[in-house]
């Protein structure tokens, strides 16, 4: 069956402050709920043991909120937007707000995710030349992959960033760096890196994921 | 609000979840616009507090009132515990995240004896005074509720009062009382008085306690001519109008019962002679099938959970079970969410309801025969036969179930090695019911598991005289067990002795044992439910630095003696209790109270089965 017969919605949303501690596999749990709860008409995987048809756009750190989740979703037949929006919005714990809901058509895969932009508010024990580590070409730090610690340039992982004073102490940080299944950087490590880098400690760490972007082959 | 400070230690901790709240259904309020705030905590991690039937209902009524804002607190985890200490973040709620040592009152549920350390534990992360003398003008009210607030003498020095039985209708009395009292302006030692008058609520600091030479209780009495002499239990006299919630917090997390709970009905008719919860409950009293539905389809709709389970004790001897299980089945295959039955009574299992059950879902069965040799079931009056376990069992097995659990206890009183060793012979009767059960009609992976816990003897029950067992008796039966338990495909678990030791001494403790706990606290002994937190030395120390026995609280205790928790009164009464016991001695049995009433006293309530037309 194409893509097109299917009929699978994308739902954008957002995690808040209150919700961003929980894990990509509880949050999916949560989620199947709420699409109980509102009575959609989701459709179950065939089998032994079926299970809703969903594919979340890529699952969110624990401890960070965001502003741009999304996530596909298999339905037994079509529903009017607005009200799954608006349904499924009410079902939803408070900390989880749905944006928008729309028939999958010619939406890119998320399979082809490269790379999503972050806000990140700290404070710092000590004051830091803000823009020192944004200028660094290499940093290299321990990275873990599926075989263990690794060395790795922070630097490789980070397309763009931009440091700014806040406050006393207090700064911003608008990244994009690599997220997706080719090539991943966990925000909080860029912070730690920093942190390192830096000499100093880092706490009241807000990080925000704002945007998710496609690679450029998957927009032909 | 320290979500701030909160913020900074999860990165360190394991489950941070476990620490933010923000759940479905969970309440928040704004605490301007309350009366009263009222942190409800249970003494163990989330996981087993949430899974708590009682918390739900309780959490779900105070917070149906405007004026009260009820919060949930659980025992963090070693690891947060430590990151709160380093960051001086005191205990708080998980709806406000607000320091606890605000709020009015700080009410502890008491479900088993080993968490007792905990709630220390907890009122000195929140920065509350730990003992009730202690606590001024300023500080919240402790109270503890629950199954064990019956014989909880030993947490008597930290807990301000105590409310007794069912809270549904004490609790709204004590919070209004409350604000009488607030308006009227008055001391701590004026609330307290004044709440000493509603039934069910018992203020331990208001009785002095004497004692003999040989260190047993020489009298209770009442400090102020204003305190009754003996605390009654409350219960809810009419079971189906009481108020049940029709909205469960839905965690994030997996909770160790993470599904709906139907209360069918409280109590117990059949008095099993060691089962502290079949006294403390009575009289039985049921929900219709109707109440019991309508309560079944709002909880789907509201929490969208894929389970849903009956918690009483004996579900089996629901009086509609089969009008009920017809009606919820019907429900649940529309759903599409499955059933759990709690365990089964032999003597009531019926194929049908095992067959309608299997039908959404097969998982394993769970009998508790209790005791390996008839002559020990009849000592604690479970009547049931070996020839109905192995019926039952053939059944089973005949309907496709190749796994069972078997729960025993060892360590009774009036047991003896053989007995115990009969629990093997039992075990192994069970595999050759399945061995004899026709290939095709069997399904393939046997699977036998014999659980056998260490008897705790319990107040308010007939054994609450009798000789606990001590370690090595325990371990010499487990040993003996374990022997003549030389059959493969019984899987053998037992329960560690010392826990259970422990748990006898605090379940039938005085109040010097406060004392025990303050050092064990000192000691840093916490989650000693938790086997891997369990530490023997310390509380040998901790009873060793008070100068008091472990021994003295395991012994057998005459029936004229003076019991500790004498002042308190569960409607069943002494003397139904030594006749039990005297019958138990002579492996007597007693009939289940439909069958004839035993007059234990429990129809004082004035409701339930006691009044209940006899056929």
Redesign the interface.
């Known amino acids: 069956m194409s893509q097109d017969a299917k009929i699978i919605y994308r739902i954008t949303y957002t995690k808040d402050?209150?919700?961003k501690?929980?894990?990509h596999l509880?949050?999916l749990?949560?989620v199947?709920?709420?699409?109980?709860?509102a009575k959609m008409p989701v459709k179950y995987s065939q089998g032994f043991n079926p299970h809703i048809l969903q594919n979340i756009a890529l699952p969110c750190p624990?401890?960070v909120s965001s502003e741009c989740e999304m996530l596909d979703i298999e339905m037994t037949r079509t529903l009017d937007c607005d009200a799954l929006c608006r349904d499924l919005g009410a079902?939803?714990?408070?900390?989880i707000k749905i944006l928008k809901a729309e028939r999958r058509t010619n939406h890119p895969d998320f399979f082809d995710i490269s790379s999503a932009r972050y806000a990140i508010d700290f404070r710092s024990d000590a004051p830091i030349e803000a823009d020192a580590f944004d200028k660094e070409e290499c940093y290299i730090i321990e990275k873990k992959s599926k075989r263990g610690m690794k060395e790795v340039n922070i630097k490789d992982f980070v397309q763009s960033m931009h440091t700014t004073q806040s406050g006393d102490c207090i700064y911003h940080i608008d990244a994009v760096i690599n997220a997706g299944s080719q090539s991943n950087l966990k925000p909080?490590l860029l912070v730690s890196a920093m942190a390192k880098y830096y000499g100093a400690n880092f706490?009241?760490?807000k990080i925000v994921r704002k945007e998710i972007f496609y690679s450029e082959a998957s927009k032909n | 609000m320290l979500?701030?400070q909160i913020?900074?230690i999860?990165?360190f901790v394991e489950k941070?979840?476990r620490?933010?709240?923000?759940?479905?259904n969970s309440v928040?309020k704004n605490a301007d616009d309350v009366d009263i705030r009222f942190a409800f905590c249970f003494a163990d991690v989330y996981e087993v507090g949430m899974s708590h039937l009682g918390m739900k209902i309780l959490y779900s009524l105070m917070n149906e009132r405007p004026d009260i804002w009820c919060e949930r607190v659980f025992a963090p985890w070693i690891d947060m515990e430590d990151e709160m200490r380093k960051a001086d973040i005191p205990l708080y709620a998980l709806e406000s995240m607000d320091a606890i040592k605000d709020f009015d009152f700080i009410g502890f549920t008491l479900q088993y004896e080993m968490c007792y350390t905990n709630i220390i534990n907890m009122l000195d992360l929140a920065k509350v005074p730990l003992l009730s003398a202690e606590r001024g003008e300023s500080d919240p009210f402790v109270c503890m509720g629950g199954p064990c607030a019956y014989s909880a003498e030993a947490l008597a020095d930290f807990a301000d009062f105590y409310i007794l039985g069912e809270g549904e209708e004490v609790n709204l009395e004590v919070m209004d009382a409350y604000k009488d009292w607030k308006k009227e302006g008055g001391s701590r030692f004026d609330f307290l008085k004044k709440i000493s008058a509603i039934e069910g609520v018992y203020v331990p600091s208001f009785y002095d306690i004497s004692y003999n030479a040989d260190g047993t209780v020489m009298a209770i009495k009442p400090k102020y001519d204003f305190v009754p002499a003996k605390v009654r239990k409350r219960i809810i006299k009419n079971l189906d109008s009481v108020y049940y919630p029709d909205k469960f917090v839905?965690p994030?997390?997996?909770i160790v019962h993470d599904r709906i709970m139907l209360e069918v009905f409280r109590g117990c008719l059949r008095g099993c002679r060691f089962c502290q919860a079949g006294m403390i409950y009575r009289p039985v009293r049921e929900k219709t099938p109707a109440t019991l539905l309508d309560a079944a389809q709002k909880l789907i709709?509201?929490?969208?959970?894929?389970e849903i389970s009956l918690s009483s004790l004996s579900t089996s001897d629901y009086s509609c079970l089969k009008e009920f299980t017809d009606g919820l089945l019907d429900m649940t295959e529309k759903e599409s969410i499955s059933l759990s039955l709690p365990s089964l009574r032999l003597d009531s299992f019926s194929m049908e309801l095992m067959e309608k059950v299997q039908k959404v879902r097969k998982s394993s069965l769970t009998f508790a025969p209790e005791a390996g040799s008839q002559r020990m079931r009849d000592v604690i009056n479970k009547n049931i036969t070996e020839e109905d376990l192995l019926t039952a069992a053939k059944t089973a097995f005949e309907g496709g179930y190749s796994s069972i659990k078997l729960y025993f206890m060892m360590g009774l009183p009036f047991e003896t090695v053989e007995d115990v060793c009969e629990i093997a012979e039992l075990s192994k009767k069970v595999v050759r019911q399945y061995l004899t059960t026709p290939k095709e009609k069997r399904a393939p992976g046997l699977r036998i598991t014999t659980s056998v816990a260490s008897f705790v003897p319990k107040a308010f029950t007939p054994f609450q005289w009798a000789k606990q067992d001590d370690r090595e008796t325990l371990r010499e039966k487990q040993y003996a067990l374990k022997e003549a338990m030389n059959d493969k495909r019984v899987k053998y678990n037992y329960h560690e002795a010392p826990v259970s030791v422990l748990e006898g001494v605090f379940a039938r403790g005085d109040r010097r044992l406060s004392k025990v706990l303050m050092r064990a606290h000192e000691l840093g002994v916490r989650f000693d439910g938790w086997s891997d937190q369990f530490s023997q030395e310390k509380w040998d120390q901790a009873f060793a630095d008070c100068g008091m026995d472990i021994f003295f609280y395991t012994r057998a205790r005459s029936f004229d003696e003076v019991l500790p928790w004498d002042m308190i009164d569960v409607g069943v009464t002494k003397e139904f209790l030594i006749s039990e016991a005297r019958k138990a001695e002579q492996a007597i049995t007693t009939p289940h109270c439909r069958e004839k009433c035993s007059n234990c006293g429990a129809s004082c309530f004035g409701g339930g089965v006691c009044f209940e037309p006899r056929r």
């Open positions: 402050e209150g919700v501690y929980i894990s509880d949050f749990r949560c199947n709920r709420a699409f109980k709860r624990v401890g079902a939803m714990p408070r900390g909080d706490c009241d760490i | 979500r701030q913020e900074n999860l990165p941070p979840a620490y933010t709240g923000g759940e479905l928040v839905v994030f997390i997996e709709d509201s929490t969208g959970y894929e």
